[in-house]
C-alpha cells in the first residue's frame, strides 16, 4: 500500500493530533485529503456528494482518533472511513443529476476539440456502467483503479477475504464489458 | 476485451485532487467563525424544548394504527395533523432541531449545524431521539432511557467533563439525575 509521504513521522502526527495540535490535523489533512476524496468522487460520481463524504470522513477521523490502536495500518484506517462513509451516503441518498458536472466541464472547456470530447464521452460512459455496478463491487473497482490497491489491501479495508475482492473485480469486469461491448 | 477494460478503468477513476474548499468546510464544522452573534439565550433548562420530538412521535406511534382502523381517510388526517402540530412546535421553539433515531445521522446533523463534532454511537439502552442548535456552538442532544426523556447539553470549553474529540473539549451538562451514566453511553463504551 502507498504509504504518506510527511515531514514527521506519522505516529508522531497521530499523537500530536491526539494532542490537540492544531497544526497536526492539517498536516493529516493535507497527506490524505486527495486520497479521501479521489475515492468519494470517483464512488459517488458527484462532486459535491464527494465534498460531503469527504467532509464527514475528516470529521469523523478527527474525533475517532483516540480510537485508534495501530491494529492496522494508519492509511488502511482512513481507507476504511471513507468507505464507509461512501456506502452510508449511498443508503441515505439518491443521485438526480448523474455525470451533470463532467458535463459542464468539457462544455466550459476552452479546447473543445472532437478528440477531447470523444476521450471526455468514453469516459463518461465508463463511469456511468461503473455506476451502475452493486455499491461493494463498484467500491472494489475504485479502491483498485483509483488507489491501485492490491487485492489483499482491498480486503482488508472492506473487511472481506481477499477471494471475495477477486470475485467481485471478475464480475465487474463481466458486467463492464456486456454494458460497454459497443462502444 | 479485459486489458481494455482495465485501460479505460485506470483512465477514467483516475485520482482526483480535492478542492481547496474541502479545508473550509472541515474547519468550519470543527471551528464555526467567532463573533457571530447567538440569536436566542442559551437554555440549560431542565425540560427542554427539545423533548417535544420525543412527545410527538409517542402519540404518532400509538395514533397511526388507531387511525388505520378507522380508514384510510381518517389515517391521511392524523398524518397530517401530527405533521402541523410537530412543524407548529418547530417554528414556535425557534430552534433548528432534528428528530431522529440514528445516532450517525444525529452526529452528522450536529456537525453540519452547530459545528460540534460529537461521536455519537449507539448504546445499549439508550434511544437517541433528536437534537437542537440553541445557539452557534451550543447544542442539546435529546435521547429516551428506561422510556424516559431526558437530554445532555453540549458546547466548547475546557472542564471537569472534557469529550473525546481531540484538541476540542467539550462541556456536558446533563438534563438529569436519575441515569447520569446513560448520558455517557451516548459517546464512551461504558
Not at chain 1, 484506517?77 to 449511498?90: S, T
Not at chain 1, 470530447?117 to 483509483?146: I, W
Not at chain 2, 485520482?15 to 447567538?38: E, F, Q, V
Not at chain 2, 442539546?140 to 469529550?163: C, H, L
Amino acid at each position: 500500500m502507498t504509504r504518506m509521504v510527511l515531514a514527521n513521522s506519522e505516529p508522531d502526527l497521530i499523537a500530536a493530533c491526539r494532542r490537540g495540535e492544531r497544526d497536526a490535523f492539517r498536516a493529516l489533512f493535507e497527506a490524505y485529503q486527495d486520497k479521501v476524496y479521489s475515492i468519494a468522487l470517483r464512488f459517488s460520481g458527484d462532486e459535491s456528494l464527494a465534498m460531503d463524504i469527504a467532509q464527514d470522513t475528516f470529521l469523523k477521523l478527527f474525533s475517532c482518533l483516540p480510537e485508534f490502536r495501530g491494529d492496522s495500518a494508519f492509511s488502511t484506517w482512513v481507507y476504511r472511513l471513507v468507505v464507509n462513509a461512501c456506502l452510508d451516503h449511498k443508503r441515505r441518498s439518491w443521485r438526480f443529476a448523474p455525470l451533470a458536472d463532467e458535463l459542464i466541464a468539457v462544455l466550459r472547456s476552452p479546447a473543445n476539440s472532437l478528440d477531447a470530447l470523444l476521450h471526455s464521452e468514453m469516459r463518461e460512459r465508463v463511469r456511468a456502467a461503473v455506476e451502475t455496478l452493486s455499491p461493494d463491487m463498484r467500491m472494489a473497482v475504485v479502491l483498485r483503479y483509483t488507489e491501485g490497491l492490491s487485492y489483499e489491501e482491498i480486503a482488508e479495508v472492506m473487511g472481506c477475504s481477499a477471494g471475495t475482492v477477486a470475485s467481485r473485480l471478475n464480475r465487474a469486469h463481466k458486467a463492464l464489458e456486456r454494458k460497454l461491448s459497443h462502444v | 476485451m479485459s486489458d481494455w477494460i482495465d485501460l479505460q478503468l485506470a483512465h477514467s477513476l483516475a485520482p482526483a485532487k480535492a478542492p481547496a474548499a474541502l479545508w473550509d468546510r472541515i474547519d468550519a464544522a470543527l471551528c464555526p467563525p467567532a463573533g457571530t452573534a447567538p440569536s436566542r439565550r442559551a437554555s440549560f433548562r431542565k425540560q427542554p424544548v427539545i423533548a417535544f420530538p420525543a412527545a410527538t412521535d409517542a402519540p404518532s406511534r400509538a395514533a397511526l394504527p388507531r387511525a388505520l382502523r378507522w380508514g384510510v381517510p381518517c389515517a391521511v388526517a392524523a398524518i397530517v395533523l401530527l405533521l402541523l402540530v410537530r412543524t407548529t412546535a418547530l417554528e414556535l421553539s425557534g430552534h433548528a432541531e432534528f428528530a431522529s433515531n440514528d445516532p450517525i445521522a444525529v452526529e452528522h446533523w450536529l456537525a453540519h449545524e452547530a459545528g460540534i463534532p460529537v461521536p455519537l454511537r449507539p448504546a445499549p439502552g439508550v434511544r437517541i431521539t433528536g437534537a437542537r442548535v440553541d445557539r452557534p456552538g451550543v447544542a442539546t442532544v435529546a435521547y429516551v432511557v428506561d422510556g424516559r426523556p431526558e437530554s445532555i447539553t453540549i458546547t466548547r470549553g475546557s472542564g471537569a467533563a472534557p469529550g473525546a474529540l481531540p484538541g476540542r473539549s467539550l462541556l456536558l451538562a446533563a438534563n438529569t439525575s436519575a441515569r447520569s451514566d446513560a448520558s455517557c453511553k451516548l459517546c464512551h463504551s461504558l
